[in-house]
Every structure is written in structure tokens, then in C-alpha cells.
């Protein structure tokens, strides 16, 4: 546990931020049409630079778990209200019977949390959705989590919403 802590350390002081397709740091999603401009970058630029988004995070997180065969799953969390989609991606992982929610990426949310199931995850995440969202009305049922395999390219947003979206539903 002491390595994986290490690795969360380094990981949660990175800032939250995208690079365009043409390398330009964006602080904020809505900067810059983060839609169409982002591009997933690949693991080696994610780690070296001081910005990322929670699915780049998450693949850095991926590749420390799988490395050291730990269990895990990288989640891929949305909920579509207002014509919009609300997403957040993290990583889970089981170890000595607990389920941990390690997150770097959600500035209120940082740590590495333990939980005896996982379906206590997805409820916890559930309950503090609204912090994620900027609103405090909206539907728990329609928040949805999928299991996703590392795409091979990301080009888009859209992209990526397609690849979760028609990965495994979990809960």
C-alpha cells in the first residue's frame, strides 16, 4: 500500500488541464471547444506534464495497477441531463478484501478511499455527483458507470464518449 500511496502523491499534485491537438494548455473545459479540440495524449507526454484531465489520469493510474498486477477497473461515470453529458472517469481497485476508490483528479474528492464493496463506490459517487455537476437538483438514477478498456486512440470527446458508452455497464 505504501507504493501505491507514493504514486497518488506524485499524481495529485498535477493541475487540471487539457492540450489541444495543436499542444496548447487549456486550464478549463470550456476553453478553447474541448469537444472537438482534445486529444488524448500518450502515456509518456500525460506523465511529463504538469496538466491533466481525469481520463489521462486515468490512464497513468491504469498502467502503475496493471504493472504491478493489482485488480483493477477504470470507470467511466456520466449522466446525460439538460442535453449534456456530465462525466467523470476514476479507477478502482481490490486489494487484501477491500475495494479502494483512488482518485487524483476531482480536487474534493482526492485520496485513496476504502470500501468493503464496490457498489458502496458508485453510491458515495452518486451522493456527491452534484459537486461535479455545479448543480444540486438532478437524478441519481440517470447517473450510469461503465467499465472501459484503454482506447487506442482518442481523437474527440465524442470518440471517447462512444468508447465508454459501449463499454461494459457495471452499475
Not at 25 to 43: P, V
Given at each position: 500500500m505504501e507504493e501505491i500511496e507514493e504514486f497518488y502523491n506524485k499524481l495529485?499534485?498535477?493541475?487540471?488541464?487539457?492540450?489541444?491537438?495543436?499542444?496548447?494548455?487549456?486550464?478549463?473545459?470550456?476553453?478553447?471547444?474541448?469537444?472537438?479540440?482534445?486529444?488524448?495524449?500518450?502515456?509518456?507526454?500525460?506523465?511529463?506534464?504538469?496538466?491533466?484531465?481525469?481520463?489521462?489520469?486515468?490512464?497513468?493510474?491504469?498502467?502503475?495497477?496493471?504493472?504491478?498486477?493489482?485488480?483493477?477497473?477504470?470507470?467511466?461515470?456520466?449522466?446525460?441531463?439538460?442535453?449534456?453529458?456530465?462525466c467523470h472517469t476514476f479507477l478502482v481497485f481490490y486489494l487484501d478484501g477491500y475495494w479502494y476508490y483512488f482518485e487524483a483528479s476531482w480536487d474534493r474528492m482526492k485520496g485513496v478511499h476504502k470500501y468493503k464493496k464496490l457498489e458502496d463506490i458508485f453510491e458515495y459517487l452518486k451522493d456527491n455527483f452534484s459537486d461535479f455537476m455545479k448543480k444540486d437538483d438532478y437524478d441519481r438514477s440517470k447517473i450510469s458507470f461503465y467499465e472501459y478498456r484503454r482506447p487506442l486512440f482518442v481523437k474527440s470527446c465524442n470518440m471517447f464518449y462512444f468508447h465508454c458508452m459501449h463499454s461494459k455497464k457495471v452499475y
Open positions: 495529485k499534485d498535477k493541475k487540471y488541464g487539457w492540450h489541444d491537438k495543436n499542444n496548447k494548455l487549456h486550464r478549463k473545459l470550456r476553453d478553447g471547444n474541448f469537444t472537438k479540440n482534445f486529444k488524448m495524449k500518450k502515456l509518456k507526454d500525460i506523465e511529463e506534464r504538469h496538466h491533466a484531465i481525469c481520463w489521462e489520469m486515468c490512464e497513468l493510474e491504469r498502467d502503475f495497477f496493471k504493472k504491478r498486477k493489482i485488480k483493477h477497473k477504470v470507470i467511466f461515470m456520466v449522466s446525460r441531463e439538460d442535453k449534456k453529458y456530465y
